[in-house]
């Protein structure tokens, strides 16, 4: 199998991966007034639907090495993390707490659809490895990756609150209108609450088997973050 990195190259070059670079995540947090570059430049990749990929991929190999998995299951955890989401290139992104099972059904066959068309007989393989974490065959794998998404959603959280807190003090500057401005904020402090209040209790009941989850949340605002656009 291609290595996590070779994949992310692959799809990012084909019209799924073009697709899915123009649009960003948690868009219900964001007003229209907001371009997709501001919203990744205050908020970092992880709102942009192509870059979410290798941002898990990042948390998913920190997450990977501290707990000492052995080389197969880290590579099966990180082909995951980068791969994950190909299948919203067709479906379009549902949001996790409105997912239901037929809607991960439809993600699954649309997956596979991708794999086949842009790696062929190795399609399978990929959609195979990728499903068995996504659909819980392997329990140890199926937790680590949902802690590790739950990760995901709790730091971009903490930094919606952290920049909104930035934008409204002055130390942060937005060339937005002030009802524009003041909309932003809002919606920022907004994200904070939701995503925690639906990610924090999923950490929770994984901190004991992950002890690394308390690491990378105290580290999370900077540590996970990365952005490819400044424009603010």
Not at 115 to 133: I, K, N, P, Y
Not at 200 to 227: D, H, M, N, R, W
Request: aromatic share 8%; no cysteine; net charge negative.
């Amino acid at each position: 199998m291609k290595s996590p990195q070779e994949l992310h190259e692959i799809f990012s070059a084909s019209e799924y991966g073009k697709k899915l670079e123009s649009q960003t995540r948690f868009s219900d947090f964001q007003p229209a007034t907001i371009s997709n570059d501001t919203w990744v430049g205050i908020l970092g990749d992880d709102v942009n639907k192509l870059h979410h990929m290798p941002h898990t991929f990042r948390i998913a190999a920190r997450f990977a090495i501290a707990q000492e998995m052995n080389p197969a299951d880290m590579n099966t955890l990180l082909v995951t993390a980068m791969t994950h989401d190909w299948g919203k290139a067709i479906i379009g992104d549902i949001a996790l707490p409105q997912k239901t099972k037929a809607d991960e059904h439809l993600e699954e066959i649309a997956f596979r659809k991708i794999a086949d068309t842009l790696l062929g007989a190795q399609g399978e393989q990929l959609s195979d490895t990728v499903w068995s974490v996504l659909n819980y065959e392997n329990e140890q794998l199926g937790d680590a990756f949902s802690a590790i998404e739950n990760i995901g959603y709790s730091t971009t959280a903490l930094r919606a609150g952290y920049m909104g807190s930035l934008i409204v003090n002055g130390l942060v500057k937005v060339d937005l209108a002030q009802k524009d401005e003041v909309q932003l904020v809002s919606s920022l402090v907004g994200f904070e609450r939701v995503l925690q209040a639906k990610s924090f209790p999923v950490l929770k009941g994984y901190v004991e088997k992950f002890p690394i989850i308390e690491t990378l949340l105290s580290q999370g605002i900077p540590a996970v973050q990365k952005s490819t656009s400044n424009k603010l």
